[in-house]
């Protein structure tokens, strides 16, 4: 029986107990030793040219055209304040603003935004990122996240929320908002930071 | 005396870095030369893989490298054969993310197939009793259940559920040498740490886990899982860093889960409402290579002043991955069932289910026979009862209506074991006067970087704004795994212990000091505000005595460990929760229309962020009883709904506005900071809550989570 390293797989009253872990030395398959690494080039006609305005600044990528905007962002463009969370429009967790209006960029492939103007959550505050949106300051007071990783989304879609007018009451936001998901649970405080962004703008 | 740190509702500390995009998870660090590595998973749920064909996947542009022999490594599971359904298979290693996830689709296997049985309701599928669980008897159960007055007995079945944080687990492997440093999505570094070093035969030493910012985990980073460990030797084998995310389909398969549970339980009680008699019989899904268990016969064992009470845990092992804990692991299923039946009872006996409660209230720990440390549940449960307006409930089922709506309150009882385990950290003061406090804590949502500032603040004598607790990295000093409502009590008492002990060489330093206006004081009229140590008559101050001194900065470190208090006193955490639902009679639809929460977990240190974590998990129990749950195709192993459009979670819409209040107390016998853990009780009483307020609108008893529509038509 080999040593264990799965720790804690168990969160009991007074006792963490370490399962037992029989894991068999065999391999489930022989394969060859690693090739040397190089690849296949990716063919010229499997890459486009995006250029595109990001937080107010021209940029231009070489990309893959099966690269979404969200890993244009992430990847390519150093900006990963733009989550992930599914990849698959479910989540919210990637919304940016395109010309204006809230996106799922992982819904978006990158050539799609070829001559478009997008903001993501680095690109919302002024003055350099000194000058809080304030419904980012919003966010702060009213404790509208826990582990922050829906936070962007959260931010960049009350923004268009709001801009959209669909902040006539708690329960507009809330139908509204409901396009992004948080798992830690912080959507009363989300609400409280949309409602009082938008009585005061 | 300056205003304490402790108990000011502060902003989390890093939110600003939260909210503009800069806190830096653990996919999203930069390095130099990064591959993308994305796994191919098996698709059956049990046999080998008999030949597995990659020549396709290697001519797709950009693929490098194809890695399907994993003999060198321990894995959880079996490496030589297929235990479960989405098992590790290969990893496909490219220069993009685009053509690592095209090359995996590429990748083929055949299977030599066995006979797989993933229903844990199957026939003929034994059950066993887990060495950690044995059965559990005081009194005489069946006597007493036999004679009881009035009985109360359910069959009670809760689903499957996901963890599903927001961040997907995320592991960056870099090689420099010998030397390996991971960025992963880990509740516990230094696990991660030792665990990797197991998987891959090199020493802990070489194992750097770093973790600062951690998108959620609610239990799904306790465990390193094969994305971390495939990363690691993905990175080793190929000899450049490589980064794995899984999908969010993947993350069904490569994460553990809250197993699928069945329970029976039974009370007897005398018509003046005295429970005297409780059998519980519960059983889960497991692994067939591991073995699984979690607090499900905690509360029934312990909650109520129960005389004859027996318990009975079973599991079921078939052909699924490992169960893991998640939020409230295995006492939030238990205390349904508990909670359930104690709600059919105060309606059988015609007694309010406060009442009845409250005529059960033990006076010592049965379990252990030892003292309660503090137990605040009457407060908890007349301040929520007030606050809430339960008296405004009809006792009579579905006798109130809102237009076509039938309305509804429920209640139930939260506890959770006040876990604390051994911590150290380092307290380190610098010549400008600010301090930093290391611990290889983490901090997934709850504000651990905040709470612990302030408990160091206050024994440094510091203000908040110059004091940074440091974590998220496994070279700090040893700390729990971030899990288990362990951290506050764990690393703020370690914090508070090692700034104590800082605060206290300063003072020592200071009146030994010929130079030092404090020279020849008696240290314990040294009284530190601000910075500055100060007696009646003189005063000094951290900065100066480190500049008189020539030190840039002044090191110290301390641990904290509960050592045998557990076995003397019992401290528990405690709430009483309060539920209004809608139910539409027609549609069967179940609306919360709200939650009020009121927990007795000791001394609170940042309120405004343990208001957040106690109204999100009731987000979480929202979830649970209405929504949640994981559905398999037992044909073969697959999970059908392993998405997050078809696995349903809370979205704002399903969502009242929540409250919480927090009883004014604290626990010195528990930990030096008089805290209780509160990140797992806020789940514990919320779906009993409901699922009670659901039989108050309706008169229907349900017991199987979750209450979805067609269980009320």
């Known amino acids: 029986m080999p040593e264990t390293f799965d720790e804690a797989t168990t969160l009991k009253r007074r006792t963490f107990v370490a399962a037992s872990t029989a894991v068999a030395g065999l391999p489930l398959l022989t394969s060859d030793r690693l090739p040397a690494s190089a690849s296949t080039p990716t063919p010229a006609d499997q890459l486009s040219t995006v250029r595109l305005t990001v937080n107010g600044e021209q940029r231009t990528a070489q990309v893959d055209n099966r690269t979404s905007l969200l890993d244009l962002l992430r ?54 990122g000194e000058q809080l949106h304030p419904l980012q300051q919003a966010f702060i007071d009213h404790d509208g996240l826990q582990c922050g990783y829906c936070t962007p989304g959260q931010v960049m879609s009350g923004v268009a929320c709001i801009a959209e007018g669909h902040t006539g009451s708690r329960a507009e936001i809330r139908e509204w908002m409901s396009g992004n998901l948080c798992r830690c649970g912080a959507y009363t405080n989300i609400v409280s930071a949309i409602e009082q962004t938008a009585k005061e703008a | 005396m300056a205003t304490p740190v402790v108990g000011q509702r502060l902003s989390r500390v890093d939110a600003r870095r939260k909210v503009t995009g800069a806190a830096t998870y653990s996919a999203e660090h930069r390095v130099e030369g990064l591959l993308y590595g994305v796994i191919v998973n098996g698709t059956v749920a049990r046999g080998t893989v008999s030949r597995i064909s990659v020549d396709a996947a290697l001519g797709h542009p950009g693929v490098l490298h194809i890695l399907t022999d994993f003999g060198s490594l321990r894995l959880a599971h079996p490496v030589d054969r297929i235990a479960f359904y989405g098992q590790p298979i290969a990893v496909v290693v490219a220069e993009t993310l685009e053509a690592a996830t095209h090359g995996a689709s590429l990748v083929e296997a055949t299977y030599e197939q066995q006979a797989a049985v993933t ?51 995320s592991t960056i492997a870099r090689w420099q040498g010998g030397q390996l440093t991971l960025w992963d999505k880990t509740q516990w570094s230094q696990g991660a740490a030792r665990t990797v070093a197991g998987a891959l035969g090199i020493a802990v030493g070489d194992v750097r886990v770093h973790n600062e910012f951690v998108g959620g985990g609610f239990g799904s980073g306790i465990q390193t899982y094969d994305h971390v460990r495939l990363a690691a030797f ?80 079973r599991v079921t092992p078939v052909d699924v991955h490992s169960p893991c804990s998640m939020r409230g692991p295995g006492v939030v299923l238990g205390n349904f069932a508990l909670e359930t039946a104690m709600d059919q009872l105060a309606h059988e006996l015609a007694v309010d289910p406060v009442e009845l409660r409250l005529r059960n209230e033990p006076t010592q720990d049965e379990v252990n026979r030892i003292p309660f440390s503090t137990r605040k549940l009457r407060e908890c449960y007349e301040t929520g009862a007030r606050r809430f307006g339960w008296s405004r409930r009809h006792a009579e089922p579905g006798s109130r209506t809102d237009g076509d709506l039938l309305i509804g309150m429920g209640m139930a009882t939260a506890s959770y074991h006040n876990n604390r385990r051994d911590c150290s950290a380092r307290a380190r003061m610098h010549a400008d ?89 008696n ?16 005063r000094d101050s951290y900065r100066d005595i480190l500049r008189r001194a020539g030190l840039p900065s002044l090191d110290i470190t301390g641990n904290w460990g509960p050592g045998d208090a557990d076995s003397k006193i019992s401290t528990y955490g405690y709430g009483a929760v309060f539920a209004e639902v809608s139910v539409d009679p027609l549609l069967g639809l179940v609306r919360v229309r709200r939650i009020f929460a ?59 506005d929540l409250d919480a209040a927090f009883i004014n107390t604290e626990d010195p016998q528990a930990d030096p900071i008089g805290v209780k853990g509160l990140g797992e009780i806020t789940i514990v009483g919320v779906a009993p809550a409901i699922g009670n307020a659901v039989f108050n609108a309706t008169g229907k008893r349900l017991t199987d989570l979750p209450i979805r529509p067609e269980a009320l038509l």
């Open chain 2, 433 to 521: 006067g600010t301090a930093e406090v290391f611990a290889a804590s983490a901090d997934m949502g709850p504000g651990t970087t905040t709470s612990v500032m302030q408990v160091a603040a206050d024994a440094l004598g510091l203000p908040a704004s110059a004091v940074t607790f440091r974590l998220g990295d496994s070279s700090y000093p040893t700390a729990p795994l971030h899990a288990a409502a362990t951290t506050m009590a764990s690393v703020g008492s370690a914090a508070h212990t090692t700034c104590n002990a800082l605060r206290a060489e300063f003072i020592r330093r200071a009146v030994a000091d010929p130079n030092s206006p404090l020279h020849g004081a």
């Open chain 2, 598 to 656: 009121a927990y007795d977990v000791g001394r609170v240190i940042s309120p405004k962020l343990a208001h957040s974590q106690a109204i999100g998990g009731m987000v979480g129990g929202i979830g649970m009883a209405l929504l949640e749950g994981t559905v398999t195709d037992h044909r073969d192993g697959r999970i059908v709904n392993a998405s997050l459009a078809d696995y349903l979670v809370p979205v704002n819409a399903d969502d009242p």
């Open chain 1, 75 to 128: 990847e390519h463009l150093d900006l990963p304040g733009t989550k992930k969370g599914c990849d698959q429009g479910a989540c919210g967790a990637c919304t940016v603003l395109v010309d204006d209006r809230r996106v799922n960029s992982c819904l978006i492939l990158a050539v799609m935004a070829q001559d478009a103007n997008v903001t993501t959550i680095e690109g919302l505050a002024r003055g350099r």
């Open chain 2, 234 to 313: 993905a990175a080793r084998e190929v000899g450049k860093p490589v980064k794995v995310v899984l999908t969010r389909r993947q993350f069904y398969y490569g994460a553990g889960f809250r197993p699928a549970s069945r329970h029976r339980i039974a009370l007897g009680s005398s018509t003046a409402g005295r429970v005297n008699a409780l059998a519980y019989d519960v059983r889960i899904e497991n692994a067939r290579y591991q073995s699984y268990t979690d607090g499900l016969t905690d509360l029934p064992q312990f909650l109520y002043g129960v005389p004859n009470t027996r318990t009975a845990y």
């Open chain 2, 119 to 169: 229903d844990l309701d199957a026939p003929g599928i034994p059950s066993q009793t887990p060495a950690d669980e044995p059965d559990y008897s005081r009194g005489d159960p069946a006597g007493a259940l036999a004679s009881a007055q009035v009985k109360v007995d359910l069959e009670l079945t809760s689903a499957r559920e996901n963890h599903n944080p927001i961040e997907l687990p």
């Open chain 2, 523 to 538: 240290p314990a009229d040294v009284r530190v505000r601000d910075g500055r140590l100060e007696t009646s008559g003189a």
